[in-house]
Nanobody
Framework: QLQLVESGGGSVQAGGSLRLSCEASGDTLGLNYMGWFRRAPGKEREWVATILTRSTWYADSVRGRFTISRDNDKHTVYLQMNDLEPEDTAVYYC?????????????????WGQGTQVIVSS
């Protein structure tokens, strides 16, 4: 099985930055897409960003402010979040997929982390 563990969440004021990390362990063979989703209070889960090797995709709400990257040797994906807004407050989940295609649909990701809380105050 593949396990994902997130870290790096916390509280920050609007305009600040945070960097989330997600390390994959266990059966990492065939790991392709890695992504981030978030769930804000009272809202449904929302896709944030996905990476495949060097190809990246972003939700419109975060494009230009967030950057997703990965270190394949460490089986780790990162989410650098800059210029944070109160609307970014959510629990952020790391997700991974061994499928041939997995961009923004949660159903295409088979492995999930436990989530890390991000709070942005105004």
């Amino acid at each position: 099985q593949l396990q994902l563990v997130e870290s790096g969440g916390g509280s920050v004021q609007a305009g600040g930055s945070l960097r989330l990390s997600c390390e994959a362990s266990g059966d990492t063979l065939g790991l392709n897409y890695m992504g981030w989703f978030r769930r804000a209070p009272g809202k449904e889960r929302e896709w944030v960003a996905t990476i495949l090797t060097r190809s990246t995709w972003y939700a419109d709400s975060v494009r230009g402010r967030f950057t997703i990257s990965r270190d394949n040797d460490k089986h780790t994906v990162y989410l650098q979040m800059n210029d944070l807004e109160p609307e970014d407050t959510a629990v952020y989940y790391c997700a991974a997929s061994k499928r041939t295609t997995a961009i923004s649909r949660a159903g295409d990701f088979d492995f999930w982390g436990q989530g890390t809380q991000v709070i942005v105050s105004s």
